[in-house]
């Protein structure tokens, strides 16, 4: 089941178990620099938000945590990293789920990401949405599809890379709602929403973080939430369920992950220091700021189970609409 968002109040109950024992664990989980890796490249929003994490873990372990930014590949880059490091809680990666649940489908990689790599800590959620520019005439779903279908193989739709959730989506929309909308892939948003706001390309299913500004400046036009729910960053915004495609329902969470080789009772010192800082109000103040929402604290176990879940969906996903690398 994908992660839900929870309200802060809400959240303090669910790590509240964990935050009585998280100081101990912390101090007893390391007293040597800790290196975070991020495969993404400085400046971007998940390295904006491990550094906001490492800070606090910093301050409760009383030791450097360090974040090395290890882009490319996919993600693949910094995985190997971690999985070549000793599996001592030394080297740890903040990332979202797509490096583990998407990617891999479409591109080679030369570890297991169901087997390698474990997740230890969510901390924030980002969800897929459909955006277009405020320049269009279409104003919500239905007559954006009427409008899609009056100008048959004219539009198309953007994702930030092929072999995504953003891809997913605009495949099975086309399949669901009849339209022939033509898929453009970017290597990243920010070029792809650019295009979309200068009318070039149509639509885009890009995740929150990245549009939320924009959407707030007024340079972009929201038309469903890729959700069961709505979003309380954006409460005046439809889900496609709602609308009739329930169907379309992608997110990511962002968290902490590990070598599958680090021992369990240091997987659970690592999960308690991770949720206490992330618990803290200038870190749950940052993940909102940043357009993700927060999620409740669950337990590793339960966090794979939930990855297993969003890989087997892809997997059939890929395999259904002959999603090629």
């Known amino acids: 089941m994908p992660i839900r968002p929870a309200l802060f ?9 964990v935050l009585a ?23 971007g929003t998940i390295d904006v938000l491990a550094r906001v994490l490492s800070e606090h873990l910093t301050a409760d372990l009383g030791q ?14 910094a995985i190997n990293t971690l999985l070549a490091a000793p599996p001592d809680g030394q080297t740890i990666l903040v990332s979202t789920t797509n490096v583990l649940t998407e990617i891999p489908h479409v591109m080679k990689v030369s570890f297991d990401p ?8 969510a901390v924030a959620r980002s ?27 004219q ?30 892939p970017f290597a990243g948003s920010p070029p792809a929403l650019t295009q979309v706001m200068g009318g070039q390309i149509t639509v885009m299913y890009d995740g929150m973080v990245t549009s939320l500004p924009m959407i707030k400046g007024g340079k972009l036009q929201a038309y469903a939430l890729a ?8 409460p005046q915004v439809p889900t496609f369920a709602e609308m009739g495609y329930p169907d379309i329902d992608f997110n990511n969470w962002a968290g902490v992950f590990i070598s599958a ?40 176990s339960q966090l794979g189970q939930a990855l297993h879940i969003e890989f087997e969906r892809n997997a059939g996903i890929v395999k259904a609409y002959h999603i090629q690398p």
């Open 21 to 43: 024992l998280a100081m101990p664990a912390a101090m007893a989980w390391t007293n040597k620099p800790v290196r975070v890796l991020i495969p993404a490249p400085a400046g």
């Open 64 to 77: 450097p945590v360090v974040v090395d930014n290890k882009p490319g590949a996919g993600g693949a880059i």
């Open 127 to 153: 969800t897929l949405l459909l955006v277009g520019s405020t320049n269009l005439p279409a104003k919500d779903l239905p007559n954006l599809i009427g409008y899609v279908k009056a100008h048959p193989g």
């Open 261 to 300: 080789q680090v021992p369990a009772e240091l997987i659970q010192k690592i999960q308690a220091a991770v949720y206490k800082a992330a618990s803290t109000p200038r870190v749950q103040e940052r993940i909102v700021a940043l357009g993700f929402e927060t999620v409740p604290a669950q337990t590793a």
């Open 227 to 234: 959700a069961k729910q709505r979003s309380p960053l954006l």
């Open 155 to 184: 539009l198309s739709f953007a994702s930030y890379s092929a072999g995504t959730v953003a891809h997913y989506a605009g495949l099975i929309m086309n399949q669901k709602a009849g339209m022939d909308l033509q898929h453009v």
């Open 9 to 17: 109040c809400v959240r303090c109950v669910a790590v509240c178990a």
């Open 114 to 121: 169901m087997k390698d790599v474990k997740p230890v800590a």
